[in-house]
């Protein structure tokens, strides 16, 4: 009787990873392609972001679901029980990532592609390497339970702080030289702030991947380099 309910512990601690590892594809894709929207104007893949957002919406919601019948079934303890609880605030992260996802695709129907130079969109798709980087790794850490991995994340947290603060500043600056580009630029600025905090996501997810590992919260200040001391609210966009 022991060894059986251990096994059906075991199946459903699987399936539970298996389905937050399914909603990390999804959402890693979104992120890719709504930049990749945003930068070539594609509007199908644009809409199509858009679209996917309610299936990870409900992934979101299996997860939890899941997680706490599981813990109620099968009352965890230690590791397997920070296993269960980290995979429900990876979940909630990875939804709030596709909110994020789903705004820069927003943004890009909107440009539909329309910038005066190419340059405007350079430094967005900088910042966006670095963050869909740090959003993959961190994935890693917390699949692979490696903590080397997800400290290297929450360390690179400032350098992602750092380039959103620089981009700010470009696109200030291109908006002071030409007002045709006040439009363009004002939705890129929106989107780079939406690929700032998917960056802290990603960090979020690391230090589970810490906690989940070691038992231990990491500690609290991350390595901030953000200058500017702003944060600016995003008006909503239509659904």
Sequence with gaps: MTKHIVTAFDTDLRDLLLKLAEMAGWVERSVEVAVD??????????EGVIANDDRVDESDREIESDAVLLIARR???????????????????????GDLAKNIAKRALIIDGSFQHRKLARGVESLARLVTSQLKRSLEAFVERDTDKADEVWRHDAEVDALYTSLFRELLTYMMEDPRNISACTHLLFCAKNLERIGDHATNIAERAIYTRTGEMVAADRPKQDELGVDVPEPNLPN
Excluded: C, K, N
């Design 37 to 46: 929207a945003l930068m070539t104007g594609a509007r199908d893949e644009a």
């Design 75 to 97: 009352q965890p303890m230690g590791d397997d029980l920070r296993v269960i609880v980290s995979s429900m605030r990876v979940s909630q992260d990875l939804e709030r990532v």
